[in-house]
């Protein structure tokens, strides 16, 4: 990357993309995505490509806000990138937990855009083992040589003995093809239970994060709400704002439903109290 360089991604987004970018000496393009509903406004990206443009991130199913980019959506992209030597970092860490009998739209699935991608995915996310960092990057060859060149400085070396379980792991299906129904069956079970709640909320299309939404409830700033849930109420959530460069309080949380049954009845008990 030179200086100058851009690279767009779509806020809320997680929170080491605009870093990495700076790190790197490009500048971040930060487009909003539409809410409620989280859907990318594709007529405003498009104004915003240019020659500078080198990536464009996506990230589905997305992080923090559960939504998911269409087979619509990745023809959109692929239009707008084509001929333009754009590389597009497509993370699809979630790829395996998504809902409501809904398709993962992988980059992979579309030649064109195939050709100029990486994807990078996440054995944690899908094997409830995030502590043991381990996941892995797909790409065309000669966009792999250069992914190596930078990847051995990066990463001396990953722990083999984790590799050759997950390997092991990998050989039966049902280890990873059963994770829709295991986080859909939560994230029902969750959004039942807080129905009485003052909280709004649309269901996540994927991801095992939820969005509740509390104007209902408080004006007060996103970062001061949730920290008032944590000391007075024990509750833990992440504000949606800090996933913007320019911190945008819209009043959602965000909470976590990969959790045992017996505790997300213990925090409904408490979201249903918060008046």
């Known amino acids: 990357m030179h200086p100058g360089d851009e690279v767009i991604i779509f806020a809320p987004a997680y929170d080491c993309y605009a870093p990495a970018i700076s790190l790197n000496g490009g500048k971040v393009v930060e487009i909003v995505l539409s809410s ?8 405003n990206v498009k104004a915003r490509v240019s020659e500078k443009t080198k990536m464009i991130i996506i990230n589905s199913p997305h992080n923090p806000t559960g939504s998911l980019l269409s087979e619509a959506d990745m023809k959109e992209l692929e239009s707008i990138v084509k001929d333009t030597g754009i590389i597009v970092l497509s993370d699809e860490v979630y790829e395996h937990i998504i809902f ?12 064109e855009l195939a050709k100029n991608s990486f994807i990078v995915a996440s054995f944690g996310k899908t094997f409830h083992n995030t502590g043991w960092k381990m996941g892995y990057c797909a790409a065309p060859e000669e966009l792999m040589t250069e992914f190596r060149k930078v990847h051995q400085f990066n990463v001396f070396n990953v722990n083999h003995p984790m590799q050759v379980a997950l390997a092991e792991y990998l050989k039966e299906p049902a280890h990873y093809l059963a994770l829709p129904d295991f986080y859909q069956s939560k994230r029902d079970y969750f959004l039942k239970l807080i129905s009485p709640s ?33 000391k007075e109420f024990g509750i833990a959530s992440i504000p949606i704002s800090v996933f913007y460069e320019k911190k945008l309080d819209q009043k959602v949380l965000r909470f976590c439903f990969a959790k045992k049954e017996e505790t997300l009845e213990q925090a409904a008990e408490i979201i249903n109290r918060i008046k």
């Open 36 to 43: 409620p509903d989280y859907h990318v406004p594709w007529e």
């Open 100 to 111: 409501d009998k809904n398709t993962h739209q992988s980059v992979a699935r579309f030649p």
């Open 198 to 230: 003052l909280f709004k909320f649309k269901p996540a299309s994927g991801t095992y994060f939820q969005l509740l939404h509390y104007e209902d409830i408080s004006r007060e700033n996103d970062e001061v709400f949730a920290d008032r849930l944590t």
